[in-house]
C-alpha cells in the first residue's frame, strides 16, 4: 500500500542506481533511459563531474537566505547574461515557477510604466506551462483545469499555428505573447524560425512582450543552447528548468533590461531560489554545456538520429506517420495511439514517454554515445515489426 497520493500514473518498475545513458532497475534490468527524468539530466545519470560539484559545494554552505549575497548565483547568472539575450537572472526552483515568474514580470513591467491594466497573457490552446494554478490556466487546457476553479484569469488563447487567429485576439489589455519554442508535451511541434519572426514582429508592432518557454527546450536540448536562436530574434523574458539543474531542481526566468526594471526590491522571492548548492550545479551544467563542440556534437547526433528514424519511418508507414524535433528532442508520431508501443520499447529495456497526439518522445541525455542511439534504433525497429 502506498502513502503517495495517486496523482500520477506511475510504471510498476524502481531503478536502484543510474549511469549515464543507463538505468538499473531493482528487478535486476539494465535499461536505456531515453527519457532521462523528462528532459533533466542532460549530462546523463551520475555524471561525475556534477557528482564532484555537489560533493565540494555540500561540503562548504547548501543554503543561505536571498537575504545575503550567494556569490555562486551571482557567477551563474553573468555567464547566462553573457552567453545570451539577457540582462537578468531571478532563480527559481522549477518550470512552473520560471513561468509563472515570467508573468508576473511581464505584468509588472506594464505596471511600472503606468499601464497597470496592460496585464493579460496570450498563449497557445492545449500548450504546457506547469502546474501551479497560474499556469494550467495558461495552458488553456481543459484536461489540465477541470475542477480547479475557479478560473484564474488573465490569459487568452489562440490555436498553434493560426495567424489570424493570433493577431485577432491581441487587444489593447495584451501584455505579452507566451509560446514554447517547441511544444514538448503538445506532441514535439517546433515553431519555424520564420514563425518566430513574425511573432517578434507582431510583438514589436504591437508593443507587447514576447515569452519564449524553453523549460524543457532550452539549455542545449535543441543542439543550440536556445532553441530560437537560429531564428535571430531575441524574446524579452525567457524561463528556464530542467537541464540547467541537470537533475537538481532548479529554475530560473531570463530577463531584458526593460522587463527587469519593473522588478523591484520586493516584487518576488523564493526561499529556495537560487540557494548555493543548486547554484554549484547549474555553474557545473554551464561548465560542460559550454564546452568547445558540445552543442556541435548534439546537432551531429540529432541528425544521425532523426535520419535513422526517417529510415524506420519509410520502411513502417502503417506504423510511424511522423518523425519530429529538433536536437535531441525527439517524437515519434504514430498512427495509432501510443500506449501500446511504448510498453513494449519498455519491454525491450527502452524507456521513453509519451506527449500528445500519439507522440513517442525520446529524450536521451545531450552527452549520448552514437552506439546507444544505434541500440534504441534497433529495439525500434523490433517494434514496429510486430506492428506492422
Ligand atoms: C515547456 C514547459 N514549461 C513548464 C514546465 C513546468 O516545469 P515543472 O514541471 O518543472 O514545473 C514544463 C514541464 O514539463 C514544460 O515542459
Known sequence: MSALAKNYNRRKISFKYGKGSFLYSTNGKKYLDFIQGIAVNCLGHSNPYLIKAINEQSKKLWHVSNAFVIPEGERLALRLVKKTFADSVIFQNSGAEATETAIKAARRYFYSIGKPKKNRILCVKNSFHGRTLATIFASGSKKMTEGFGPKVDGFDHFEFGNHQALKKSITTRTAAIMVETVMGEGGIKVIPDWCLKGLRKICNKE????????????????????????????????????????????GAVLMNQKVASGMTAGTHGST???????????????????????????????????????????EFPKVIKEVRGVGLLIGLQLHND?????????????????????????????????????????????VCLTQK
Open 207 to 250: 508593443k507587447i512582450l514576447l515569452i519564449l518557454d524553453e523549460v524543457q527546450c532550452g539549455i542545449g536540448r535543441s543542439g543550440n543552447f536556445f532553441a530560437f536562436e537560429n531564428s535571430k530574434i531575441k524574446p524579452d523574458i525567457v524561463p528556464i528548468a530542467k537541464g540547467i539543474g541537470g537533475g537538481f531542481p532548479l
Open 272 to 314: 529556495f531560489g537560487g540557494n548555493p548548492l543548486a547554484m554549484s550545479v547549474g555553474n557545473a551544467v554551464l561548465d560542460q554545456i559550454l564546452k568547445k563542440g558540445f552543442l556541435v556534437n548534439v546537432k551531429k547526433l540529432s541528425k544521425y538520429f532523426l535520419s535513422e528514424l526517417n529510415k524506420l519511418k519509410r
Open 338 to 382: 501510443q500506449t501500446e508501443f511504448i510498453q513494449q520499447l519498455m519491454n525491450n529495456e527502452l524507456l521513453t514517454i509519451r506527449a500528445s497526439e500519439n507522440v513517442v518522445r525520446i529524450l536521451p541525455p545531450l552527452n549520448v554515445k552514437k552506439q546507444e542511439i544505434d541500440m534504441a534504433i534497433k529495439i525500434i525497429k523490433k
